[in-house]
């Protein structure tokens, strides 16, 4: 890319290339394209997308997106992408730390609940055209961000790297050749403090610009620690981003970028939720283990927000990169190049075992990833019978993790199997370890494009394609050690076997923490498409259907693999997963009516996914391990809906929703549900009787059930009511959300069912000029909910919880400048 800037400079320097064309407009990035006969001309409340990588009416734009202001962002508190959720009924973002994190829309996109680092998400996150390759950044606060814009379906035909599921667009402000600045200041309960500030100048007239913003959020935690009398769940977040535009030529910019964010909260902790029943023999379970060991916890009721997890706990991130990204109008075209190099840094320490007890004393995999990417995009300009987008997408990553797991002295009696002669003697699992290192290195690259023929003025067909190369390489050792009065040894994948043989303390330990070594490899190509037929009845209803072929790239397993039948090696035919393949069918309605006082966009999907990727179980070794696989096929189908009601200056009002039916069609090895887990391996497939202890397959087939982590209704309403006072205006404003239940494991499970619930939010102010100050109250009725459920290891019943924010307050005052 940077030995093409001078080309680019050589030749905008001389304006278009088409002699015949007037001159292109000033810092034309992304021009508007002219006019169509049968559109509706811009007006002032009409919002401004680049979903098609064009800047483009939003109404116009024949793809289910929704939009979302930097104002309304703020206002609504909505100041990361989880919070994002909360506006857009089709979107789950799911996190139980940084790494451990997950954005998903109509519930597709990543496996739920897992890490692996050697798979892809289905959603794209892209900041200023940058692809973001670890979705952990999507956990830091927003800065000066313009909007946001979230596409629904697969978009791999405009966007560099291919996404099945869709894509989060995010925008920030860009630097002005006029001077402005903002500031703003939070606080409320918990000890919130949030400042936030951005300022933009001119270094040169006309030519040069610069931009800075920065943000600082610091808050108590809202979970108490009685084991360390600490506050957990804390907040502690700074970011910095700066931007430099150059107006090389009247029709060439290039705007360089560089950004850093740390976070370095006293979190993420999962505790006490509830129990439940498993196969495991009773006094294996979570009642009689605890009661064994004079435990109990500091209370049952999870919403006290008390535990007393006795392990480090922390979750420091750092992201940071530089981009430059140049857009040249070449007249009959616009140009636009990406490049970007970013890295993050994970530092990270949890309580796994979830209790005050040390059973899992260490549990942490520190990670560093650092990525390339180089997009290049041709976009016809002008309003023609056919226009177009051509690209070409590179992206390079690399990912090392060293993890670490060491158990305690209680990890005997609670982890091994109740047959076990060992299972009482804590020096057998005292102080073993795991420590794992994990490379994972990937390489993709892609050609992408998409026509719109205007076969009439009205009647548009949009057709897609790309082809997509990706090769992915890893290397995954495990190597488990021992040091205590009664044993002393190192294991590694090549001396195992020998070890097995030396007696049952030591297989027990082994099978607890398995040494493994293995280097898995994937590459595949793959051909995707689609197609979208879009009809303008007049210029405020707008009616489009879309077919796509799309796929998510298959992957490899760096978790650890299942062994073979004496443990002693990695079955390595499950080192690859293949890749997803998505049918996807879409109608939808764009429509406004009474002069474009209400808005009410409609979207009906269905998706059809084969070998999508899942968390599946082994059935042919003795040691249950979980890894990642396919699963034959899973359906997803909905309907979903935006709507907006403005009928004066002084009132508007929202109101959106998701009907979504997510279901596995064919899941016939998949991990079994807790009340189900922990009994005799030899019932492999079989069905055991009701309420028989002991008993209980390794695998089951859920084909049938819910996918985990999404509601089957989901809204989102709210609006603003203002009134002139003293020159300016006095506002109050709502904003809700609702989800039904949905289910917080792989395997529904009724101990890990969510219970629906519905969150309001209040605001009230006074906005004057450019200074604008108001209170505001979140989980205004102070409900009590979960965000995630898990199950402890052990299949011991015990169900550990992740539970939201209690009700927060406080006042943002914000001035501009």
């Given at each position: 890319?940077?030995?093409?800037?001078?080309?680019?400079?050589?030749?905008?320097?001389?304006g278009?290339?088409d002699?015949?064309d007037?001159?292109?407009?000033?810092?034309a990035?992304?021009?508007?394209?002219?006019?169509?006969?049968?559109?509706?001309?811009?007006?002032?409340g009409?919002i401004?997308?680049?979903a098609?990588?064009?800047d483009?009416?939003?109404?116009?734009?024949?793809?289910?997106?929704?939009?979302?202001?930097?104002?309304?962002?703020?206002?609504?508190?909505?100041?990361?992408v989880?919070?994002?959720?909360?506006?857009?009924?089709s979107?789950?973002f799911?996190?139980?730390?940084?790494?451990?994190?997950?954005?998903n829309?109509?519930?597709?996109?990543?496996?739920?609940?897992?890490?692996?680092?050697?798979?892809?998400?289905?959603v794209?996150?892209?900041?200023?055209?940058v692809?973001?390759?670890?979705?952990?950044?999507?956990?830091?606060?927003f800065?000066?961000?313009?909007?946001v814009?979230?596409?629904r379906?697969?978009?791999g035909?405009l966007?560099?790297?291919?996404?099945?599921?869709?894509?989060v667009n995010?925008?920030t402000?860009?630097?002005?050749?006029?001077?402005?600045?903002t500031?703003?200041?939070s606080?409320?309960?918990?000890?919130?403090?949030?400042?936030?500030?951005?300022?933009?100048?001119?270094?040169?007239?006309?030519?040069?610009?610069?931009?800075?913003?920065?943000?600082?959020?610091?808050r108590?935690?809202?979970?108490?620690d009685?084991?360390t009398?600490k506050?957990?769940?804390?907040?502690?977040?700074?970011?910095?981003?700066?931007?430099l535009?150059?107006?090389?030529?009247?029709?060439?910019?290039?705007?360089?970028?560089?950004?850093f964010?740390?976070?370095?909260?006293?979190?993420?902790?999962?505790?006490?939720?509830?129990?439940?029943?498993t196969?495991?023999p009773?006094?294996?379970?979570?009642?009689?283990?605890?009661?064994?060991?004079?435990?109990a916890?500091?209370?049952?009721?999870?919403?006290?927000?008390?535990t007393?997890?006795?392990?480090t706990?922390?979750?420091?991130?750092?992201?940071?990169?530089?981009?430059?990204?140049?857009s040249?109008?070449?007249g009959?075209?616009?140009?636009?190049?990406?490049?970007a190099?970013?890295?993050?840094?994970?530092?990270?320490a949890?309580?796994?075992?979830?209790?005050g007890?040390?059973?899992?004393?260490?549990?942490q995999?520190?990670?560093?990833?650092?990525?390339?990417?180089?997009?290049?995009?041709?976009?016809?300009n002008?309003?023609?019978?056919?226009?177009?987008?051509?690209?070409?997408?590179?992206?390079?990553?690399n990912?090392?993790?060293?993890?670490?797991?060491?158990?305690?002295?209680?990890?005997?009696?609670?982890?091994?199997?109740?047959?076990?002669?060992?299972?009482?003697?804590?020096?057998?699992?005292?102080?073993l370890?795991s420590?794992?290192?994990?490379?994972f290195?990937?390489?993709?690259?892609?050609?992408?494009?998409?026509?719109?023929?205007?076969?009439?003025?009205?009647?548009?067909?949009?057709?897609?394609?790309?082809?997509?190369?990706?090769?992915?390489?890893?290397?995954?050792?495990?190597?488990?050690?021992?040091?205590?009065?009664?044993y002393n040894f190192?294991a590694?994948?090549?001396?195992?076997?020998?070890?097995l043989?030396?007696?049952?303390?030591v297989?027990?330990?082994?099978?607890?923490?398995?040494?493994?070594?293995?280097?898995?490899?994937f590459?595949?190509?793959?051909?995707?498409g689609d197609?979208?037929?879009?009809?303008?009845?007049?210029?405020?209803?707008?009616?489009f259907?879309?077919?796509?072929?799309?796929f998510?790239?298959?992957?490899i397993?760096?978790?650890?693999?299942?062994l073979n039948?004496?443990n002693?090696?990695?079955?390595?035919t499950?080192?690859?997963?293949a890749?997803?393949?998505?049918?996807?069918?879409?109608?939808?309605?764009?429509?406004?009516?009474?002069?474009?006082?209400v808005?009410f966009?409609?979207?009906a999907?269905?998706?059809?996914?084969h070998?999508?990727?899942?968390?599946?179980?082994?059935?042919?070794?003795?040691?249950?391990?979980?890894?990642l696989?396919?699963?034959?096929?899973?359906?997803?189908?909905?309907?979903?809906f935006?709507?907006?009601?403005?009928?004066?200056?002084?009132?508007?009002?929202?109101?959106?929703?998701?009907?979504?039916d997510?279901?596995?069609?064919?899941?016939?090895?998949?991990?079994?549900?807790?009340?189900l887990?922990g009994?005799?391996?030899?019932?492999?497939?079989?069905?055991?009787?009701?309420g028989?202890?002991g008993?209980?397959?390794?695998?089951?087939?859920?084909?049938g059930?819910?996918?985990?982590?999404?509601?089957?209704?989901a809204?989102?309403?709210?609006?603003?009511?203002?009134?002139?006072v003293?020159?300016?205006?006095?506002?109050?404003?709502?904003?809700?959300?609702?989800?039904?239940?949905?289910?917080?494991?792989?395997?529904?499970?009724?101990?890990?069912?969510?219970?629906g619930?519905?969150?309001?939010n209040?605001?009230?102010?006074?906005?004057?000029d450019?200074?604008n100050?108001?209170?505001w109250?979140?989980n205004?009725?102070d409900?009590?909910?979960?965000?995630?459920?898990?199950?402890q290891?052990?299949?011991?019943g015990?169900?550990?919880?992740?539970?939201?924010d209690?009700?927060?307050?406080?006042?943002?005052?914000?001035v501009?400048?």
């Amino acid at each position: 890319m940077f030995a093409t800037i001078p080309f680019l400079l050589a030749t905008a320097a001389l304006g278009p290339l088409d002699r015949t064309d007037p001159p292109a407009p000033p810092a034309a990035a992304n021009p508007v394209p002219q006019a169509d006969p049968q559109a509706a001309p811009q007006s002032e409340g009409d919002i401004i997308v680049t979903a098609r990588r064009r800047d483009e009416r939003l109404q116009n734009v024949p793809i289910a997106v929704s939009v979302l202001s930097g104002d309304t962002i703020s206002n609504a508190g909505a100041f990361n992408v989880n919070r994002l959720q909360t506006l857009q009924p089709s979107l789950q973002f799911y996190s139980s730390n940084p790494r451990n994190s997950a954005i998903n829309i109509r519930g597709l996109g990543a496996p739920f609940g897992l890490t692996n680092d050697g798979i892809e998400q289905g959603v794209g996150l892209y900041i200023d055209q940058v692809y973001i390759g670890r979705v952990g950044a999507s956990t830091f606060d927003f800065v000066d961000v313009e909007r946001v814009e979230v596409l629904r379906g697969p978009q791999g035909t405009l966007y560099g790297k291919n996404t099945t599921a869709g894509a989060v667009n995010i925008t920030t402000r860009t630097p002005s050749l006029s001077p402005d600045a903002t500031f703003e200041a939070s606080t409320g309960n918990y000890g919130l403090l949030q400042l936030k500030a951005s300022g933009s100048a001119p270094i040169a007239a006309d030519t040069l610009a610069v931009r800075v913003s920065t943000s600082v959020t610091k808050r108590g935690g809202t979970i108490y620690d009685m084991a360390t009398g600490k506050n957990l769940q804390k907040q502690d977040n700074f970011s910095v981003r700066g931007q430099l535009l150059w107006r090389a030529a009247p029709s060439l910019d290039l705007t360089l970028s560089a950004d850093f964010s740390l976070q370095n909260p006293y979190c993420c902790v999962q505790y006490y939720a509830r129990v439940g029943t498993t196969q495991r023999p009773l006094n294996r379970q979570y009642a009689a283990l605890a009661n064994a060991f004079g435990y109990a916890p500091p209370s049952t009721d999870p919403f006290d927000r008390v535990t007393d997890l006795d392990a480090t706990i922390n979750s420091r991130q750092e992201v940071g990169g530089v981009s430059l990204v140049s857009s040249w109008d070449a007249g009959f075209a616009t140009i636009t190049s990406v490049t970007a190099w970013r890295y993050w840094d994970w530092k990270p320490a949890n309580d796994r075992d979830f209790v005050g007890l040390p059973i899992t004393t260490v549990s942490q995999n520190p990670s560093q990833q650092k990525q390339f990417s180089q997009e290049l995009r041709v976009g016809s300009n002008g309003s023609g019978k056919l226009n177009y987008t051509l690209g070409a997408f590179f992206f390079t990553q690399n990912i090392d993790t060293q993890g670490s797991q060491v158990q305690g002295p209680a990890a005997s009696r609670w982890l091994l199997n109740p047959t076990s002669a060992n299972a009482n003697n804590p020096l057998v699992l005292d102080g073993l370890t795991s420590t794992n290192s994990i490379h994972f290195s990937n390489q993709s690259f892609a050609l992408f494009g998409k026509l719109n023929w205007a076969v009439t003025p009205r009647f548009h067909v949009q057709p897609g394609l790309r082809v997509n190369y990706d090769r992915k390489s890893g290397f995954y050792e495990s190597v488990v050690s021992i040091r205590n009065a009664r044993y002393n040894f190192v294991a590694t994948a090549d001396n195992v076997a020998a070890l097995l043989a030396s007696g049952a303390a030591v297989a027990d330990q082994l099978n607890t923490l398995a040494p493994q070594r293995y280097s898995p490899r994937f590459s595949a190509w793959n051909l995707s498409g689609d197609l979208t037929l879009s009809y303008d009845f007049n210029p405020d209803v707008h009616l489009f259907a879309t077919y796509a072929r799309s796929f998510k790239s298959g992957g490899i397993n760096l978790s650890g693999l299942p062994l073979n039948s004496t443990n002693t090696a990695v079955d390595l035919t499950k080192a690859t997963v293949a890749p997803e393949k998505v049918n996807h069918f879409e109608f939808g309605s764009k429509t406004q009516f009474f002069n474009r006082r209400v808005t009410f966009n409609l979207a009906a999907f269905w998706d059809d996914v084969h070998d999508y990727q899942a968390t599946v179980n082994n059935g042919q070794t003795t040691v249950i391990r979980g890894y990642l696989a396919n699963a034959g096929l899973v359906r997803v189908r909905g309907i979903e809906f935006d709507s907006s009601f403005r009928p004066n200056q002084r009132l508007s009002v929202y109101f959106n929703g998701a009907f979504t039916d997510a279901r596995y069609v064919r899941f016939r090895n998949a991990p079994c549900p807790p009340e189900l887990s922990g009994g005799n391996p030899a019932l492999d497939g079989a069905t055991p009787a009701a309420g028989t202890p002991g008993l209980s397959p390794l695998v089951c087939d859920i084909s049938g059930q819910i996918l985990p982590g999404i509601s089957k209704w989901a809204f989102s309403f709210g609006g603003e009511f203002n009134q002139p006072v003293a020159g300016g205006q006095a506002y109050i404003g709502y904003d809700g959300s609702y989800r039904s239940k949905f289910s917080s494991n792989p395997s529904r499970s009724l101990y890990t069912d969510i219970a629906g619930y519905s969150l309001s939010n209040l605001r009230a102010g006074f906005r004057k000029d450019n200074w604008n100050i108001y209170g505001w109250v979140r989980n205004v009725f102070d409900k009590d909910y979960f965000e995630l459920l898990s199950t402890q290891s052990g299949s011991t019943g015990l169900i550990v919880g992740q539970p939201g924010d209690p009700r927060t307050y406080g006042v943002t005052l914000r001035v501009g400048f």
